[in-house]
């Protein structure tokens, strides 16, 4: 009986799996990725849709911040009373916004952010528009007029805060400053 415990004792057993990073917890994923630089989010999305799910909402996080007009306006102003960082030239903080339409990126990624997919409704057919985003949402205060501010504040900013306008694939508005950092919302 002591030697045939011996034996199943010395059996060589299978070596473990190896462990790769997609098989840790959801939330320490997302806790790695809120570490990585805001320039490598765009390429981390493209790996799986683990990473595509996780970063999408660490990349735009501060996007629907430019939909409550005080908070776009205070960040507005803050960059207009930074010497250092404001441009020579700037638009008036007070000054409407351009009437640009809302384009296509915008609304989709502000819809992912709010709605949690990138799909409106699954069957229905019917393109998401500034006009049908209210309705389609079930948000009565994303008005079209709503969404043109909030899009154009953002981007007048953008042009103020980086000098240019970058644009990703398909029109995506990429963002790749984080102008929400000392504000708590």
Do not use: C
């Not at 010395?10 to 997302?30: D, G, Q, R, V």
């Not at 008005?143 to 043109?148: A, G, I, K, P, Y």
């Amino acid at each position: 009986m002591h030697n045939h415990l011996s034996l199943s004792l010395t059996t060589p057993t299978t070596p473990p799996t190896p462990k790769t990073i997609t098989s840790l917890p959801l939330e320490l994923l997302h806790e790695i990725l809120s570490h990585i630089p805001k320039s490598s989010l765009p390429s981390i999305r493209l790996l799986n849709h683990t990473f595509e799910a996780i970063a999408f909402p660490l990349l735009f996080r501060n996007m629907l911040n430019w939909l409550d007009y005080n908070t776009s306006h205070a960040a507005i102003l803050a960059l207009a009373h930074d010497a250092f960082e404001r441009p020579s030239v700037m638009w008036s903080p007070w000054a409407s916004e351009p009437e640009e339409p809302v384009r296509d990126g915008w609304l989709g990624v502000v819809w992912r952010l709010q709605m949690g997919t990138g799909l409106v409704r699954e069957g229905r057919g019917e393109k998401l528009t500034p006009e049908n985003y209210a309705r389609l949402s079930g948000r009565e205060e994303m008005s079209e007029r709503r969404l043109r501010v909030a899009q154009n504040r953002y981007l007048m900013h953008r042009s103020y805060s980086d000098g240019r306008l970058r644009e990703g694939k398909g029109g995506e508005v990429v963002e790749s400053r984080d102008v929400w950092e000392e504000k708590e919302l």
